[in-house]
C-alpha cells in the first residue's frame, strides 16, 4: 500500500486519455496516496477515451468534461469539482498537450499560423486559464500544488518537438509568472515537470519520436523516467513535503539534461564508424 501522503487531499487531474497517459498514471496513484479526485478532459477525448475505466479505479471518482481553452468550461469544472469533492481543491494536474502543426506533419518552417495558435492555446495558454479560473473562483486552498507537464524542448532545439517546443516554453513562463501571483496572493504553489521522452499518444504524435527515445535513454545516466515515474514524482510534489517549491521547472528526466554526452552514445558512434569504414 503507496504512502497516504495525500490523505485528505482534494485534486482535479486533466489528461487522462488512456492507460498510458501520465494523468492515468498519476490518478491512480493519487487515489493510492488517499486523496479524493475529480477526472476532466476535452468532450472529443472523453467519447474517444476510456476514462469511465479509469474513474472505476480511483473510488468512482467524478468525470467532469471541460475543453482547456474554454473560460466556460473551466468555470464549470472548478464550480462542479468543489461540489462533488465538498471544498476547495488542493492540487491541480495539467496534463494536456496537442498540436495540430505536429498532427498535420507540417513542419517548423513551413507552419500554419492557425495551428500555431492552437498549439499555444491547447498546450500553454489552458495554463493560464486554469490558473485564472481557479483564482478567480478562489478554487484552491493555501499552499495548493499546480502541476503542468513540459519536455526539455523548451530549453533546447528537438527539430521534431515542431511548434510545442514553443508551446512548451510558454507553458514555463506561465508557470513562473501566475506562480508568482498566485504564492503572494495566497501560497499558491505553481511548477512544471519536464519528463523524459514516454510512450503515450501525445508522445509517439512526435516525428522521430522512437530515436529519440532511445537516444534520451541511451544518454541518461538512469535511463529514461516512465509515467510511472513521472506520477510518484507528481505525488511528492502535491504533498506538504515540497511545499516550499514554487515557480521552477523541475527535470524528471533519469538525468538527461545534466548530461553533455553518454558513453554508451559514444560507443554507439564508434560502432558505426567502424561499420562505415568497413563497408
Ligand atoms: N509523452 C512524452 O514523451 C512527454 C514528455 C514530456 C512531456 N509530456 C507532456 O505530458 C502531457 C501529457 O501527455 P501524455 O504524454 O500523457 O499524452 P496523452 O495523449 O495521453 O495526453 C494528452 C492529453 O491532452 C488532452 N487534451 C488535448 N486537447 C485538449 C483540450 N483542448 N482540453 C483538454 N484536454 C486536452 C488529450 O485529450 C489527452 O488526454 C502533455 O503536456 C505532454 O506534452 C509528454
Given at each position: 500500500?503507496?504512502?497516504?501522503?495525500?490523505?485528505?487531499?482534494?485534486g482535479?487531474?486533466?489528461?487522462?486519455?488512456?492507460?498510458?497517459?501520465i494523468?492515468?498514471?498519476?490518478?491512480i496513484?493519487?487515489?493510492?496516496?488517499?486523496?479524493?479526485?475529480?477526472?476532466?478532459?476535452?468532450?472529443?477525448a472523453?467519447?474517444?477515451?476510456?476514462?469511465?475505466?479509469?474513474s472505476?479505479?480511483?473510488?468512482?471518482?467524478?468525470?467532469?468534461?471541460?475543453?482547456?481553452?474554454?473560460?466556460?468550461?473551466?468555470e464549470?469544472?472548478?464550480?462542479?469539482?468543489?461540489?462533488?469533492l465538498?471544498?476547495?481543491?488542493?492540487?491541480?494536474?495539467?496534463?494536456?498537450?496537442?498540436?495540430?502543426?505536429?498532427?498535420?506533419?507540417?513542419?517548423?518552417t513551413?507552419?500554419?499560423?492557425d495551428n500555431?495558435?492552437k498549439?499555444?492555446?491547447?498546450?500553454?495558454?489552458?495554463?493560464?486559464?486554469v490558473?485564472?479560473?481557479?483564482?478567480?473562483?478562489d478554487?484552491l486552498?493555501?499552499?495548493a500544488?499546480?502541476?503542468?507537464?513540459?519536455?526539455?524542448a523548451?530549453?533546447?532545439?528537438?527539430?521534431?518537438?515542431?511548434?510545442?517546443?514553443?508551446?512548451?516554453?510558454?507553458?514555463e513562463?506561465?508557470?513562473?509568472?501566475?506562480?508568482?501571483?498566485?504564492?503572494?496572493?495566497?501560497?499558491?504553489?505553481?511548477?512544471?515537470?519536464?519528463?523524459?521522452?514516454?510512450?503515450?499518444?501525445?508522445g509517439?504524435?512526435?516525428?522521430?519520436?522512437?530515436s529519440?527515445?532511445?537516444?534520451?535513454?541511451?544518454m541518461?545516466?538512469?535511463?529514461?523516467?516512465?509515467?510511472?515515474?513521472?506520477?510518484?514524482?507528481?505525488?511528492?510534489?502535491?504533498?506538504?513535503?515540497?511545499?516550499?517549491?514554487?515557480m521552477?521547472?523541475?527535470?524528471?528526466?533519469?538525468?538527461?539534461?545534466?548530461?553533455?554526452v553518454?558513453?554508451?552514445?559514444?560507443?554507439?558512434?564508434?560502432?558505426?564508424?567502424?561499420?562505415?569504414?568497413?563497408?
Amino acid at each position: 500500500m503507496a504512502h497516504q501522503i495525500l490523505q485528505g487531499k482534494k485534486g482535479i487531474i486533466f489528461g487522462a486519455l488512456d492507460e498510458r497517459s501520465i494523468a492515468w498514471k498519476t490518478a491512480i496513484a493519487a487515489v493510492e496516496a488517499g486523496a479524493q479526485i475529480v477526472l476532466t478532459n476535452a468532450p472529443i477525448a472523453l467519447r474517444m477515451g476510456k476514462i469511465n475505466e479509469l474513474s472505476k479505479l480511483c473510488n468512482d471518482a467524478p468525470v467532469i468534461p471541460a475543453d482547456a481553452t474554454s473560460m466556460e468550461d473551466l468555470e464549470k469544472l472548478f464550480t462542479q469539482s468543489m461540489e462533488a469533492l465538498g471544498g476547495k481543491v488542493d492540487f491541480v494536474l495539467h496534463s494536456i498537450g496537442m498540436s495540430p502543426n505536429v498532427r498535420k506533419n507540417i513542419d517548423y518552417t513551413n507552419t500554419n499560423y492557425d495551428n500555431f495558435h492552437k498549439t499555444l492555446d491547447i498546450s500553454a495558454m489552458s495554463l493560464h486559464r486554469v490558473l485564472q479560473t481557479a483564482m478567480k473562483l478562489d478554487a484552491l486552498n493555501e499552499w495548493a500544488s499546480v502541476i503542468a507537464l513540459s519536455y526539455i524542448a523548451a530549453q533546447r532545439a528537438f527539430p521534431g518537438y515542431n511548434d510545442m517546443a514553443d508551446a512548451k516554453a510558454l507553458l514555463e513562463s506561465i508557470t513562473r509568472s501566475f506562480g508568482y501571483q498566485y504564492g503572494f496572493a495566497k501560497k499558491v504553489r505553481v511548477n512544471t515537470v519536464s519528463q523524459s521522452p514516454t510512450i503515450t499518444t501525445a508522445g509517439s504524435g512526435v516525428s522521430g519520436f522512437d530515436s529519440f527515445f532511445h537516444y534520451a535513454d541511451k544518454m541518461s545516466p538512469l535511463g529514461n523516467a516512465t509515467s510511472e515515474d513521472c506520477a510518484s514524482y507528481c505525488i511528492s510534489l502535491f504533498s506538504d513535503y515540497t511545499r516550499m517549491v514554487t515557480m521552477q521547472n523541475l527535470f524528471h528526466d533519469g538525468g538527461f539534461s545534466f548530461t553533455g554526452v553518454s558513453h554508451l552514445v559514444i560507443e554507439e558512434i564508434n560502432k558505426l564508424a567502424a561499420e562505415s569504414a568497413n563497408s
